[in-house]
């Protein structure tokens, strides 16, 4: 099973290009899905982040307007949250192989947004990242309710430059010339992974064959 690292900046259009994949067969973790079960009324996640940041719970789940003004810009409260959300979010993303292994999938993909940030890139065979210009990924982010410029300039100052990742991935999907521009690419992505001449990087980093 070939497991794949989606990621992106904000306002890339990964999560429209991780739909995409699903639509072509290729079962999809969602790593802030996760976190959202995580974050809901008996959610795993609750009761240690409210005796880590006491006052962000309300009705009985995690708010996460108030935990982001919080932990934003403070890289010691962010390690902190790290630490309670990233073993849990592993514990179900555990559940979600087994059960593509037993559905027998050829390709899985983890949306994962901060897939360099973390070291994820070492735990999957193939790294896509979703990448748009500058200027259309403001105008997108900018546009979504409650957003402000500083807002997302904090939120830009915690991820990787948009020219690293793309420097550092297997595959590019630009989703700056439209829906179905995307969804060819993410169909060319697919049949190279399943070419059997492709080659993992985990495979090449280990001087071995291509995980199929």
Known sequence: ????????????????TAAMFAEAGAPV?????????????GGAAVAPIEAAFPGVIKDGAVDRTALGQRV?????????????????????RGGF??????????????????????????????VVVVSAPA???????????GMAPEKLDAILARQKPDAEKRARADFVIETGQG??????QVAEVLAALKSPTWRSRRALEAGGEASQ
């Not at 099973?1 to 429209?16: A, C, P, Q, R, Y």
């Not at 403070?74 to 790290?82: Q, V």
């Not at 993909?109 to 070492?122: A, C, K, N, S, Y």
């Open 1 to 16: 099973m070939i497991v794949v690292g989606l990621t992106g900046s904000i306002g890339m259009g990964k999560s429209t």
């Open 29 to 41: 973790y969602d790593a802030d899905a996760a976190v959202h079960a995580l974050y809901a009324p």
């Open 72 to 92: 934003l810009g403070d890289e010691a409260a962010m390690k902190r949250l790290e630490a309670i959300v990233h073993p849990l979010v592993g514990a179900s």
């Open 97 to 126: 192989f087994e059960k593509a292994r037993a559905d027998g999938a050829e390709v899985v993909v983890l949306d994962i947004p901060l897939l360099f940030e973390t070291g994820g890139e070492r735990n999957v065979d193939a």
């Open 135 to 145: 200027d259309l990924q403001r105008e997108r982010v900018l546009a979504r309710p």
């Open 179 to 184: 829906l179905e521009a995307a969804r060819a």
